[in-house]
């Protein structure tokens, strides 16, 4: 069993910042990608941005040069820095994590989602 656990969610006014984090536990052997998507009301989820263990990232357009995704890797941590935010920013954030666990098996894990609101 995996559990994804994020904070750093609330209410921010445009222009503010936000610091997202997600910490997984439970039965881990090692991660490979872990990241962030959204879904805001009335949207399909759609990718934030994601690392890999090796520190490669992607990111969607609209959060280019504004977000900034790292991970500790031996906190099986990942954070998202939000800098420059907008009202279109305004969505549930859910963590995502490929987890190997202890017999090999790759399991695609969830968080449960942080709400972030960009409003004056």
């Known amino acids: 069993q995996v559990q994804l656990v994020e904070s750093g969610g609330g209410l921010v006014q445009p222009g503010g910042s936000l610091r997202l984090s997600c910490a997984a536990s439970g039965n881990i052997f090692s991660i490979n990608d872990m990241g962030w998507y959204r879904q805001a009301p009335g949207k399909e989820r759609e990718l934030v941005a994601t690392?890999?263990?090796?520190?490669?990232?992607n990111y969607a357009d609209s959060v280019k040069g504004r977000f900034t995704i790292a991970r500790d890797n031996a906190k099986n941590t990942v954070y998202l820095q939000m800098n420059s935010l907008k009202p279109e920013d305004t969505a549930v954030y859910y963590c995502?994590?490929?987890?190997?666990?202890?017999?090999?098996?790759?399991?695609?894990?969830w968080g449960t989602g942080t709400l972030v609101t960009v409003s004056s």
């Open positions: 995502n994590a490929h987890i190997v666990n202890f017999l090999r098996y790759v399991m695609v894990s």
């Open positions: 690392m890999t263990s090796g520190g490669s990232t």
